[in-house]
């Protein structure tokens, strides 16, 4: 069970990173032009587009809130995902240009004047800032099992790798080294990038049904505990944004009346949902077991056979 105040904080906390991160991007932009440093400019874009993002998930999460129904009969969970994905896709973009845009400056222009050290007043800022934001999100995502959120948590903590990149560059350039302040807007990108695509793999895997292997091994061996049921057949798990969809065959006696056998599938249900998270579906198939072949061996109808009859 999921305690109030953690939903209260994920209704709340994509909110605050919206406000931090249009903040960040007035205050990173107007340094930067202030202090001619491109690795700031660099990085001010990358809160815009944090802006645009959290946007994104905004949208999303209240999509995802909405309940099922006859269009959608599995809910709208997957939109978390596919936010999730569109979130990192959109900032992976946004780096690949930034690194086209420094490489083209290196090449193309001279040595330009070191930036002035009011950007590293900016930089600190926003450290402290995103850290924040990384913190909050971060706990909420993890305690509702939001994607979006988590996703969204991973971009502040990349935007604070990149401050510290503004910070270096900034020092290093008025030290002697003037074509640092473009290295290190082209080392923020690569760090955005990694980020990226490690949540748009996350994603791709949530909208793909990937086998959840260790959750199914897990209802497996709950249900195999209680009391009535001879074996487990077929167990599959897949996420529906932060939700749980369990579909598991087992077989009882064949004997059964079905009163008890419902009365087995509601304790497998009350099982699975009290020891495990964000279960949001349980769907029980009862198979009848078959007992023992001439051999002694024990046997069962297979899911085929039982489909058949």
Known sequence: MIAQRCINCGKKVEWIV??????????????????HSKSLLTDSFQSLANFIITIVVLTSLRMASKGADEKFPYGYGKVEL???????????????????????????????????????????ISII??????????????????????????VSRADVATSVAVIVAVVGSNLGFSRLDHIAAIVICVLIIKVTLGGIKKAIKGLMDVSLRSEEQHIRNLVEDIEGV?????????????????????????????????????KIKNVLRRKMKGISDVSVQLLPFVGADDHGHRTRYSSENAKRE
């Open 18 to 35: 919206l406000g931090i991160n249009f903040g960040l991007f007035i205050l990173k932009g107007s340094f930067a032009l202030l202090s």
């Open 82 to 124: 596919l936010a999730s994905g569109i979130v990192n896709m959109l900032l992976m973009i946004a780096a690949i240009v930034f690194i086209f845009v420094s490489f083209t400056e290196i090449i193309m222009v001279g040595p330009e004047k070191p930036p002035k050290l009011v950007a590293i007043l900016a930089a600190g």
């Open 129 to 154: 800032a995103n850290y924040i934001a990384f913190g909050y999100g971060r706990c909420a995502g993890e305690k509702l099992g939001s994607t979006a959120i988590l996703a969204n948590a991973e």
């Open 230 to 266: 001879q074996c487990v057949g077929d167990v599959k798990a897949r996420f529906a944004g932060r939700s749980l969809w369990v579909d598991v065959n087992i077989f009882v006696p064949a004997d059964w009346v079905l009163s008890r056998g419902l009365e087995t599938v509601r």
